[in-house]
């Protein structure tokens, strides 16, 4: 394992912009569930939390929170994950990466059957060593949680190692574990929200992004 460059991506808001998909398999579900349908602007929010958190905010009873993400995936499944396009300049970021010899891998919320197809069907599974996801019944789909399980089977030191994405969840779980967190501001959260929760650096974009990681990658 190479310790100079472990780098772990969070999926959605950070590699791909999956809003549509995501906005339309959360209205799918609340017309399944006859409650008033939300517009694209108010469910923006449901972007990289976990999904049982957010339909839990948005909903509160836990059955129908658990009917909601059956009608989501139901959905999801077959049209949503489809729904998504890659930000620009990732794949550019993600090559340069490599040839400094970085180790890359994604740390999603997101089930990791789903994260897996969408990384393979926008050709970027060449560039991640491998995809850390959670699983169906919600195990792993907390961030601290997931980058514990992910440092542990890489067997990464997480001085040296880096966690990147555009939540609070994405940052907070760094430091849990003692990774670097850079927050990205070209996905859904805000710089208040990274800078809240005690990112080391913001980025504005992809290439800000090498560039944090240049820079630190000198001393690590």
């Not at 108010?42 to 339909?55: A, D, Q, R, V």
């Not at 939540?167 to 501001?185: C, E, F, M, S, W």
């Not at 990274?194 to 504005?204: K, N, R, S, T, Y």
Request: aromatic letters at 10%; charged letters at 20%; glycine letters at 8%.
């Amino acid at each position: 394992m190479n310790q100079r460059g472990v780098i772990f991506f969070d999926l959605d808001g950070t590699l791909t912009d999956p809003k549509q998909g995501i906005v339309r398999s959360v209205q799918f579900a609340l017309k399944k569930l006859h409650q008033p349908i939300l517009s694209e602007g108010e469910l923006t929010w449901f972007i990289g939390p976990p999904l049982h958190e957010s339909f839990r905010t948005l909903l509160g009873d836990e059955p129908l929170v658990d009917e909601a993400i059956t009608y989501f995936r139901e959905y999801f499944s077959e049209t949503g994950i489809f729904e998504n396009k890659v930000y620009p300049d990732i794949p550019d970021v993600l090559e340069e990466l490599t040839q400094m010899g970085c180790t890359l891998f994604v740390a999603t919320s997101k089930p990791q059957g789903f994260a897996e197809q969408i990384i393979d069907y926008f050709s970027l599974s060449d560039y991640f060593e491998k995809i850390f996801g959670s699983q169906l019944d919600g195990t792993r789909s907390d961030k601290s949680e997931l980058l514990k399980f992910a440092l542990k089977e890489t067997n990464a030191d997480p001085l040296k190692s880096f966690m990147i994405g555009d939540r609070r969840h994405d940052v907070v779980g760094a430091i849990n574990n003692q990774l670097t967190a850079i927050g990205i501001l070209y996905g859904y959260g805000t710089h208040d929200e990274l800078i809240g929760a005690g990112a080391h650096f913001v980025a504005e974009t992809p290439n800000q992004v090498l560039q944090h990681i240049t820079v630190k990658g000198q001393h690590v």
